[in-house]
């Protein structure tokens, strides 16, 4: 079975500072994706980023990018420049190759201070 | 694109009745579906799997009878809480499969989730 694990259930940084967000997952299998999603208040899930796990290249999307360590099964999510707009719940997540399911970390509350 | 919807955002109900959520795919076909439940502050736990004209696919530990599932269209699922208790009260998310022929993956949207509160 696949397990995700978030070990920061609470970080709070400065505005415009740089943050990393850390998740750690156990599989069996070696094609797989991983995901950050993006809970704000609002409780709408918002896909940050996804990693292929066939792919060595770290995924980027503009301030948000990933270091993705596979020997380690690592996958932590880095935030430049934070903003206000940035505090959510941050789940990191998980998904076989081929499966639908995704399966959760328990999340990172994720707190940007003016 | 690729907007899901629920409907009600949230509801109150009293404790023995039953209430049902519904998702939808405004923009796009899905023939899978998928239910999520969110205690406070806790992570999203997959409930069951929707597949549009079929038998939804339940996670263990989730009551079949306890929670009915149905996807009679392509851009429909319902979940129903059958004779709702308190215990019940939380915060239910679906999710729909984009299907794309080009890619190897399907991106899944969210909905905005449904906050039952079972008095």
């Known amino acids: 079975a696949q397990t995700v694990t978030q070990s920061q259930p609470e970080m709070s940084v400065q505005e415009a500072e740089t943050v990393t967000l850390s998740c750690t997952y156990d599989?069996?299998?070696?094609?797989?994706?991983l995901f950050w999603y993006k809970q704000p208040p609002s409780r709408q899930m918002i896909l940050v980023i996804r990693?292929?796990?066939?792919?060595?290249q770290n995924a980027t999307e503009n301030r948000f990018s990933v270091n993705f360590q596979k020997a380690a099964k690592s996958f932590s999510l880095k935030i430049s420049d934070s903003q206000l707009g940035d505090t959510a719940m941050y789940f990191c997540?998980?998904?076989?190759?081929?499966?639908?399911?995704?399966?959760f970390g328990k999340g990172t509350r994720l707190h940007i201070l003016p | 694109g690729a907007v899901v919807s629920q409907h009600p955002s949230r509801v109150i109900c009293k404790s023995g009745t039953s209430v049902k959520i519904e998702c939808r795919s405004l923009?796009?076909?899905?023939?899978?579906m998928f239910w999520y439940r969110q205690f406070p502050k806790q992570s999203l736990m997959l409930m069951a799997t929707?597949?549009?004209?079929?038998?939804?696919?339940?996670e263990q530990g989730v009551e079949k009878d306890k929670f009915l599932i149905n996807h009679a269209s392509l851009t429909l699922s319902t979940l129903t809480v059958t004779s709702a208790h308190p215990e019940d009260s939380s915060f239910y998310i679906c999710?729909?499969?984009?299907?794309?022929?080009?890619?190897?993956?399907?991106?899944?949207?969210f909905g905005p989730g449904t906050r039952l509160t079972v008095l």
């Open positions: 999710s729909a499969r984009v299907v794309r022929a080009s890619r190897n993956y399907n991106e899944q949207f």
């Open positions: 599989t069996s299998e070696s094609n797989y994706y």
């Open positions: 990693q292929e796990a066939y792919k060595q």
């Open positions: 997540a998980f998904m076989k190759l081929r499966d639908d399911k995704i399966i």
């Open positions: 923009d796009f076909q899905a023939t899978t």
């Open positions: 929707s597949n549009e004209g079929s038998k939804a696919t339940y």
